[in-house]
């Protein structure tokens, strides 16, 4: 059996994504990010979800998601109510797992295609 490694039609895809790194394209990433299939926003500075801030979001909101996916290293942590209610008050929805399952979410939201962000926490 043949298998090929099909390459999706956007630009940037999400190969997958533990509590350290995560592998976009070809590159390997160790710090947090944020990604749409058309953007990547690297150093983003969120070290830790439950210091997160609302203001935090900005970079992601600034991306037009309609869903945001929120990976928090390598487990799940919860922002801040406020960070919810900021993406809800927007009319966004958040999900919140942590950064393996963000990566397969993402993956398949982005294919689906989806107006689907992720942010991916990695400490600092």
Not at 60 to 70: S, Y
Not at 73 to 90: D, I, K, Y
Request: proline share 7%; charged share 20%.
């Amino acid at each position: 059996m043949q298998l090929n490694l099909e390459r999706p039609d956007y630009t940037w895809y999400l190969r997958g994504a533990d509590g350290h790194h995560a592998l976009v394209n070809e590159r390997t990433i160790e710090r947090s990010f944020a990604i749409a299939p058309e953007s990547l926003v690297e150093d983003w500075p969120v070290v830790d979800a439950k210091a997160m801030q609302p203001d935090d979001l900005a970079p992601l909101f600034a991306l037009k998601p309609e869903l945001i996916v929120l990976g928090t290293g390598p487990t799940q942590r919860f922002p801040s109510a406020a960070v919810m209610h900021a993406c809800l008050s927007q009319g966004i929805g958040l999900e919140v797992m942590d950064n393996a399952a963000a990566a397969r979410t993402y993956s398949v939201l982005a294919g689906e295609g989806r107006r689907v962000v992720a942010g991916f926490i990695f400490p600092a």
